[in-house]
């Protein structure tokens, strides 16, 4: 048994026919070159409403590929789109033609088979530059000067062109001038975040996620960047990092200023060095006159002898920046060899017998040869 064709809506009694919806509009994509060319059509100055209707018809019917060959279309089909009358339709032609935007070709005849054919429109090179459909011609400027005299203006040239309607949509359809982007590279400091996983994009997000927090993403890293780097999840760490309240940039200036004092500490151990080693094999004594000081082993000693007592002892640890601070500031001045210093016994005026014995004895300069022999007899006592 056959089904009715009509379609029908259930319900309790009879079925009733369903109503067809009053609206219907034409689904058919047209290219974006035939959109523009009929949006130029409609928006075109210097001819009637009715001949821009027409033009906009044909524009839409026309071949893109071929703007200058035949536009195949019945009059029914162009008045339609036009939404104009036969009678109109003719007028607005008449108008066409007469801006010299189509040419109407006689209508063909064929003479042995006593026929007659059709006539077609064609688009004049003026129609198609207007509507987009071909590139215009580069046109040569030619400055010509104003009335008033106040410069030259160029003539000829291209006026701006919009991808869309006119008007603000024209300026919602450039990112560039209202979207930031992203900046080309990684900062050379964070870029060692991608050894741990961190993509570029990443980074970026954490760098505006740190300047909200009121820190610098590349002071956080700098100072935890040995616990970063060990951490299971290094981008929670991070994080973790970047919401907490500690002040990394106070750490990062305390631990740079350490880092300073640590190099200007070296670097003046290893001008002391180089100052005492030029000093070798000299004496020296102090404002009292009570010490002397002797630099040996090519500056890698310092003997320290009290004359009182006749003690002679040896500098231990980092001695050379002392002694050359001393030097430089005056409490420790070269000795003078016919100067003779004289030791006073506790309580007494008179020197003692070892002084006077001592300054009997003809003096001795540590040289080089008595340097070596005393360092290979230490060295032979530190063995034994």
């Given at each position: 048994?056959?089904?009715?064709?009509?379609?029908?809506?259930?319900?309790?009694?009879?079925?009733?026919?369903?109503?067809?919806?009053?609206?219907?509009?034409?689904?058919?994509?047209?290219?974006?070159v035939?959109?523009?060319?009929?949006?130029?059509?409609?928006?075109?100055?210097?001819?009637?409403?009715?001949?821009?209707a027409?033009?906009?018809?044909?524009?839409?019917?026309v071949?893109?590929?071929?703007?200058?060959?035949?536009?195949?279309?019945?009059?029914?089909?162009?008045?339609?789109?036009?939404?104009?009358?036969?009678?109109?339709?003719?007028?607005?032609?008449?108008?066409?033609?007469?801006?010299?935007?189509?040419?109407?070709?006689?209508?063909?005849?064929?003479?042995?088979?006593?026929?007659?054919?059709?006539?077609?429109?064609?688009?004049?090179?003026?129609?198609?530059?207007?509507?987009?459909?071909?590139?215009?011609?580069?046109?040569?400027?030619?400055?010509?000067?104003?009335?008033?005299?106040?410069?030259?203006?160029?003539?000829?040239?291209?006026?701006?062109?919009?991808?869309?309607?006119?008007?603000?949509n024209?300026?919602?359809?450039?990112?560039?001038?209202?979207?930031?982007?992203?900046?080309?590279?990684?900062?050379?400091?964070?870029?060692?975040?991608?050894?741990?996983?961190?993509?570029?994009?990443?980074?970026?997000?954490?760098?505006?996620?740190?300047r909200?927090?009121?820190?610098?993403?590349?002071?956080?890293?700098?100072?935890?960047?040995?616990?970063?780097?060990?951490?299971?999840?290094?981008?929670?760490?991070?994080?973790?990092?970047?919401?907490?309240?500690?002040?990394?940039?106070?750490?990062?200036r305390?631990?740079?200023?350490?880092?300073?004092?640590?190099?200007?500490?070296?670097?003046?151990?290893?001008?002391?060095?180089?100052?005492v080693?030029?000093?070798?094999?000299?004496?020296?004594?102090?404002?009292?006159?009570?010490?002397r000081?002797?630099?040996?082993?090519?500056?890698?000693?310092?003997?320290?002898?009290?004359?009182?007592?006749?003690?002679?002892?040896?500098?231990?640890?980092?001695?050379?920046?002392g002694?050359?601070?001393?030097?430089?500031?005056?409490?420790?001045?070269?000795?003078?060899?016919?100067?003779?210093?004289?030791?006073?016994?506790?309580?007494?005026?008179?020197?003692?017998?070892?002084?006077?014995?001592?300054?009997?004895?003809?003096?001795?300069?540590?040289?080089?040869?008595?340097?070596?022999?005393?360092?290979?007899?230490?060295?032979?006592?530190?063995?034994?």
């Amino acid at each position: 048994m056959l089904i009715a064709l009509a379609p029908c809506a259930a319900s309790e009694g009879d079925t009733h026919p369903l109503e067809p919806d009053p609206l219907f509009t034409d689904t058919t994509n047209l290219p974006w070159v035939i959109l523009r060319a009929v949006h130029r059509a409609a928006r075109l100055d210097g001819v009637s409403t009715r001949a821009r209707a027409v033009l906009a018809a044909l524009a839409r019917t026309v071949d893109a590929g071929k703007p200058f060959g035949e536009i195949y279309a019945r009059r029914t089909l162009l008045t339609e789109r036009a939404m104009q009358s036969e009678r109109t339709f003719y007028r607005s032609l008449a108008d066409l033609e007469s801006a010299g935007l189509i040419d109407r070709a006689p209508q063909r005849r064929y003479v042995e088979a006593g026929l007659f054919g059709r006539a077609y429109l064609y688009l004049t090179p003026k129609a198609a530059i207007l509507l987009g459909l071909i590139e215009a011609p580069a046109a040569t400027g030619v400055a010509t000067e104003s009335k008033e005299g106040a410069g030259t203006r160029a003539e000829g040239f291209e006026p701006p062109s919009a991808n869309v309607a006119d008007g603000a949509n024209t300026k919602d359809l450039s990112p560039t001038s209202f979207q930031k982007r992203q900046p080309g590279h990684v900062p050379q400091d964070l870029q060692r975040l991608r050894t741990l996983g961190f993509l570029d994009f990443l980074i970026f997000k954490l760098m505006r996620e740190a300047r909200e927090s009121g820190k610098r993403l590349s002071d956080v890293v700098e100072v935890c960047w040995q616990h970063l780097r060990q951490a299971k999840r290094p981008i929670n760490y991070l994080r973790a990092l970047l919401a907490s309240t500690t002040d990394f940039s106070h750490q990062l200036r305390t631990k740079a200023e350490a880092l300073s004092s640590a190099r200007e500490a070296e670097r003046a151990r290893t001008d002391a060095e180089a100052t005492v080693s030029t000093l070798a094999g000299q004496s020296f004594v102090d404002a009292g006159g009570q010490t002397r000081y002797t630099v040996a082993d090519a500056g890698a000693t310092l003997t320290v002898e009290s004359l009182s007592d006749g003690v002679i002892r040896r500098a231990a640890g980092q001695w050379a920046v002392g002694f050359v601070t001393a030097l430089e500031q005056g409490r420790i001045t070269l000795e003078n060899p016919l100067h003779r210093i004289s030791v006073r016994a506790e309580g007494g005026d008179r020197p003692t017998n070892i002084e006077a014995w001592a300054l009997s004895q003809p003096r001795r300069e540590l040289n080089s040869n008595v340097s070596d022999h005393l360092s290979k007899l230490r060295a032979l006592c530190r063995r034994a």
